[in-house]
Structure formats: structure tokens, C-alpha cells
């Protein structure tokens, strides 16, 4: 795996995390703002859409293939968090 190969490219990389992870700390707020407007757009939605984030194929969800939302979510914050945890390490081994 490349390394960097002086303390001025390690330090450097260190800053490029720490710019990274600020750059992306409102992820949270903008995917529950998401969330939250397709909950109001469900509202009005007719009963072929089953359920919260579920999406029957009756409605347009594709070749009978259920979409679930809250799978993804789950897979999606739990990456995110497992990221943030071993940036923040690096940061604070590397760069304190």
C-alpha cells in the first residue's frame, strides 16, 4: 500500500483528512432533510406504496424487485461511521 514517504506528505495527508471529514460533517443533517421530504411527498402517494421506504413493484419499483430504504440506510451510516472512526485515529496518531 502507498505510504507517505515524509513527514511533510504524511502531514499533508493528515490535513487533506481533517479538510475531508469537515467538508462532509453535514451529511447527516442533509440525508435526514431528505428523509424528511419524502416522507411529506409519501403523503400523498396512493396505497401501492406499501410501506416506509418500501416501494412495491405495482408503483414503478422495478421488476418485482423490492426497494428498501432502511437497509441502505444502515449499511450506509454504519460505513460512514466505521470511516470517521479510523480517520479520526490516523489524525490523532499522525497529526495530534
Same mark, same amino acid.
Given at each position: 500500500?502507498? #505510504?507517505?514517504? @515524509?513527514? =511533510?506528505?504524511?502531514?499533508? $495527508?493528515? =490535513? ?6 469537515? =467538508? *462532509? @460533517? ?12 419524502? +416522507? =411529506?411527498? #409519501?403523503?400523498?402517494?396512493p396505497d401501492?406504496?406499501? +410501506?416506509?421506504?418500501?416501494? @412495491? ?5 422495478? +421488476?418485482?424487485?423490492?426497494?428498501? $430504504? ?5 449499511? $450506509? ?13 490516523h489524525?490523532?496518531? *499522525?497529526?495530534?
Open positions: 500500500t502507498p #505510504r507517505p514517504k @515524509s513527514m =511533510e506528505l504524511e502531514k499533508t $495527508f493528515c =490535513e487533506l483528512l481533517e479538510r475531508m471529514m469537515g =467538508e *462532509h @460533517s453535514n451529511v447527516q443533517a442533509t440525508v435526514a432533510r431528505a428523509l424528511q421530504e419524502l +416522507s =411529506e411527498m #409519501r403523503r400523498d402517494l401501492t406504496y406499501t +410501506s416506509v421506504g418500501t416501494i @412495491s413493484p405495482a408503483a414503478g419499483g422495478g +421488476s418485482g424487485m423490492m426497494t428498501d $430504504f432502511g437497509q441502505f440506510l444502515d449499511r $450506509f451510516y454504519l460505513s460512514r461511521v466505521g470511516m470517521r472512526v479510523l480517520v479520526g485515529q489524525i490523532m496518531l *499522525h497529526h495530534p
